[in-house]
Structures are given as C-alpha cells and as structure tokens.
C-alpha cells in the first residue's frame, strides 16, 4: 500500500524535502530555463507566512510539471516535486483503482475535460497507427447523461460520437438505444470504438453498467477501448461501493478519468489521468524535443503546485480518514433522501452517491435560486441538482426542505 496517512509536521517536512531537490534559482546557475520564482514584487514571499505553508511554498517556487513522469526522462530541476506527482498516481492508481504495482503511467491534468480528451486522443491514435484506420472510422460511444468534454472531444479530434439513450426512471444505458446507435454507426462506416462508462455522471451521479457496452460490442466482434470518466466519482464511488467494478482489476478498463478538485477540494487544476502501461507512447509528441523525456500529454507546462496539493490532501487523511469522509456525506445522503420521500417528491440518486438530482416540477424557480441548485438545463430546466459536498450540512439542508414542505403542502 502506497497510501498512508501522515501526521502535519510529516507532511510539511516531506514537501519541503522535494522543493529541496528542485532548482534553486537564487543559489544555482540556471540560466537557460524560461522560468523562475513567482514575481516577489506581486507575491509576498515572507518566511514568517511561507514556513508553515508547503503548499504556499510550492506556488511560490513554481515548479514546471511539464510532461509525464512515470515513463522516461522528466526535467531535472523539478525532480523533487516530480516524485511525488509519482506518488499521487501511484496512490490513485493503485490504492484507489486496484492497479498492479508498474502497470499503469498517468498524470496530473488541468481537469475532468482534458483527461478524457487525453484518453480518447490515445484511442484515435492508437487506431489510426496499429489499425492503419481512418479518421471518419472511428467514433466515440457514451451515455447521453455523459459530461459534454465528449462532444469537444469528438470535435477536436474529427471522430464521431453516438449517444446512448439512458432509462427516465433509474438512468440505466437503454441496451436496445446500444444496438440502435451501433447499427448506425456500422452504416455511416465506422469500424473501431471509444467507449466512455461513467462513475457518476455529472448531473445524477449514475452509473453506468459496463457489460451492457462489452456484451452488444463483443456480440458484433467490433474492437474497443474502454475509459472510465470518473472526473466526480472518481474519490468517492469507490469508497461508498466496495463492490465496484470500474477499475484497474477489471480487464476491460484502459484508462480512468478522475478529479481532484472536485470531490477531494483541491486546487482547480487538479485532474488525474491514469492509463495501463504502453498507451501514453500513442500521444507523445516527438516534436518536444526541447522537452526532458518529451511530452505524452495534452496540456505542455502545468504547475507541479497541484500535485502537491492533493498529495497533501491524501495523506492528511490516510485511506481509513477518506473512508470516514465519505461515510459521512453518504449518511447526510441518506438523510436528505429520507426527508424528500415523506414529502412525497421524486427524484434520482445512485444509493452509493452523494448526487441527488429532483424533478423541476417539485421545485418552484425561486427557491431553486434561493439555495442554489443546479439545472440541467437552464433555457427548460427538467431537473434540479442538490450535491451533498463537505459543507452541505444538515444545518444547510434544513431551512431548503423547510421551504419545499411549504411549496408542496400549498393547495
Ligand atoms: C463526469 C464529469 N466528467 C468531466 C467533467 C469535466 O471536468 P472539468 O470541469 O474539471 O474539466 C465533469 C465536470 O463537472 C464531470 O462531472
């Protein structure tokens, strides 16, 4: 297990050990690197502020993350915070996702939205140079509840995208909506697929079922490559379902999606993409060639501050405090469930999911604003989102569904 929980000095003491290793700007010889420390004119660099603050520090300092650190070469002047960006994937990888220790590579990317356009430019290029197929052969096929990075995906790399239609009631992928998009793709002459299954989707935290996808595209004998998007779910579902089944162990999975700053509070900037070994090589650019190890990854330069950052977060509380986290929100879940039912209200929400997401005929427009929600769509809204995150507290909950008994108990 790479993921144990550290006591705050511990924490402190091995951050600023990495930023040790980095380059040192004011006492070394550096002088070809377009890079430095942040502007000490703008940005107060007070050691009174900064000594007990390795994340501060780690702003300040501003290591260059550049590229993907778990295969080849990386730069050298940032060596010391590259190796924990290491050891976050490791610990997602491998403590999170079930991964065999040297099986995976991965990095920190800008979101949610690049780790999946990474994973579907691997699976177009890998297509295009094992397969030898064409751009307009290759198609992406995901939920239509799936998160729109697809559609841009899609766009961005001149591929198709077929949407499966998902049930009203439990937001299940629809098998017959399966065959009828695989029959239209066959037709408009597509051959290799780019399947995305969910772990929570953005708008109801469902699902998706895996095996609906294998058993139509087996059926056919049509190749795929499977990415979980778990830019929401990722820190959570495998915490609140043990049983899971979208990961490293299963062999269908190539590659996950999952983001930091969403349910583990950290920094914009912090998601994750994690991939089984020999896939990164279908999106390195050889053309990096002022680049240590050259560049697998989408975004080029990227601060090594988010790495840091959600290390910190992971090891503060160790697997056992994460747990407790999100037994936590899971129970406030349950609570605020309980409450709509005996309002008679209908909604959705996965049971292992802190999504609940209401029917907009139960929520008047004004208090849907008052506190908050989320639409689907915010033209014709036909749902409404409440997210249970850390300060979605009961205390916070309360004076909503006071309001909702209101609404509901009017003639
Ligand atoms: C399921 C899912 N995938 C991808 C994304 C995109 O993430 P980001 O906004 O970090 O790019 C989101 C964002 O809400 C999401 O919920």
Not at 189 to 198: C, L, Q
Not at 257 to 273: R, S, V
Request: proline share 3%; with cysteine; aromatic share 12%.
């Amino acid at each position: 297990m790479t993921w144990v929980k550290k006591e705050q000095f511990e924490i402190k003491e091995y951050v600023f050990n990495a930023l040790q290793k980095n380059t040192n700007y004011i006492k070394e010889d550096v002088l070809g690197v377009p890079a430095s420390y942040l502007d000490s004119r703008v940005f107060s660099q007070d050691d009174r502020i900064l000594e007990d603050a390795p994340f501060l520090s780690t702003l300040v300092q501003n290591p260059n993350h550049i590229g993907c650190h778990t295969i080849g070469n990386s730069e050298s002047f940032f060596k010391g915070t590259h190796e924990i960006e290491r050891e976050v994937i490791a610990i997602c990888a491998e403590d999170i996702l079930q991964a065999e220790v040297n099986s995976y590579d991965g990095y920190i990317a800008s979101g949610g939205t690049e780790a999946n356009i990474q994973a579907i430019w691997i699976y177009r290029n890998f297509y295009l140079q094992e397969k030898d197929a064409k751009h307009h052969e290759i198609a992406i096929i995901c939920s239509e509840d799936s998160h729109y990075s697809m559609d841009k995906a899609a766009n961005l790399l001149n591929i198709g995208l077929y949407k499966i239609k998902t049930d009203n009631a439990n937001l299940a992928l629809l098998e017959n909506s399966v065959e009828n998009e695989l029959d239209k793709a066959l037709l408009a002459g597509k051959k290799y697929f780019i399947v995305i299954v969910n772990m929570m989707t953005t708008m109801f935290g469902s699902v998706d079922d895996y095996k609906v996808y294998v058993t139509a595209l087996e059926k056919r004998d049509l190749p795929f490559k499977m990415h979980v998007d778990a830019a929401f779910g990722g820190f959570y579902y495998p915490f609140s379902n043990r049983e899971y089944q979208l990961n490293f162990a299963n062999k269908y999975i190539s590659s996950v999606t999952l983001d930091a700053h969403k349910m583990a509070q950290a920094p914009y900037g912090t998601g994750i993409f994690l991939a089984r070994k020999g896939l990164m090589n279908y999106s390195t650019t050889k053309e990096a060639s002022y680049v240590a190890g050259e560049d697998s990854t989408l975004i080029g330069s990227r601060s090594g501050a988010n790495a840091i950052s959600i290390w910190m977060i992971l090891s503060k509380y160790g697997p056992n405090g994460w747990m407790e986290k999100i037994f936590i929100l899971q129970k406030r879940t349950d609570w605020l469930c309980q409450q709509l039912d005996t309002l008679n209200v209908d909604y959705f929400r996965n049971s292992h999911s802190n999504i609940v997401t209401i029917k907009s005929r139960f929520i008047p427009e004004v208090l849907a604003e008052k506190f908050g929600l989320v639409p689907d769509n915010h033209q014709n809204p036909n749902w409404y989102k409440i997210v249970v995150m850390d300060h979605v507290e009961i205390e916070k909950l309360e004076p909503f569904l006071k309001e909702l008994k209101m609404f509901t108990e009017a003639p």
